[in-house]
């Protein structure tokens, strides 16, 4: 099984609302990322966690909050946003197989922001 | 820098030729290599992923590494109209850790 859930499919908010975005894995895998996608663009790399801490952040705008409560769910907390966030975000997970690390994505959360 | 660059798009082919992308990097620390497969408006989706120098098969898809040369090509064999989509080229470093960096793809169009 290499399914990576995501929650909502789908979101519209206003530049002064607060949301959150929901990812879960229950593969064990130890490594978890948030993307942002645009159309015709590769995914677009926000934040890695790492063992739940945070690894790497891609100098994103604090108006993104990232939390991993633990080792199976990963959120991103939304507010404050401008319609040009409006993305595909793209929820994933990897493991190491021994012969290297695989990631997994998720069916991602549409927003759009007006 | 760490760059991952594919062939530029469109491709299309007509159903049932072969389809051969191709994607070269520029870090030689990079150790996992994988080409997802994007239908319009969903996510990537894994379709092969490949470790070692040569060729690898998984039904009609083949990736092929070349590790001196920097250099993962995927070739679909007998390809059909839900081919269709356009394709990820990704490369994981173990030195990068839990990164991995992403070709800006290429869109192919499989005619029937």
């Known amino acids: 099984d290499t399914e990576v859930t995501q929650t909502p499919k789908h979101l519209v908010m206003g530049m002064t609302n607060k949301k959150s975005l929901k990812c879960e894995q229950h593969m064990g895998h130890r490594a978890m990322y948030w993307y942002k996608q645009k159309a015709k663009k590769p995914p677009e790399l926000m934040f890695v966690y790492s063992y739940e801490k945070l690894s790497i952040n891609e100098s994103v705008p604090s108006r993104f909050s990232p939390e991993c409560p633990n080792s199976s769910l990963l959120n991103l907390h939304l507010h404050a946003l401008q319609p040009e966030d409006s993305a595909l975000y793209l929820c994933?997970?990897?493991?190491?197989?021994?012969?290297?690390?695989?990631?997994?994505f998720g069916p991602g959360t549409r927003l759009l922001v007006l | 820098q760490k760059e991952v660059e594919q062939n530029s798009g469109p491709l299309s082919v007509p159903e049932g030729a072969i389809a051969s992308l191709n994607c070269t990097y520029s870090d030689r620390g990079s150790q996992s290599f994988f080409w997802y497969r994007q239908y319009s408006g969903k996510s990537p989706e894994l379709i092969m992923s490949i470790y070692s120098n040569g060729d690898k098969e998984d039904g009609r898809f083949t990736a092929q590494l070349n590790k001196a040369s920097q250099y993962v090509s995927l070739l679909i064999r007998d390809s059909q109209p839900s081919d269709s989509a356009t394709y990820l080229c990704?490369?994981?470093?173990?030195?990068?850790?839990?990164?991995?960096?992403f070709g800006t793809g290429t869109s192919l169009t499989v005619i029937p």
């Open positions: 990704a490369v994981n470093s173990r030195l990068a850790g839990n990164q991995f960096y």
């Open positions: 994933a997970s990897s493991h190491n197989s021994g012969t290297g690390e695989t990631q997994y």
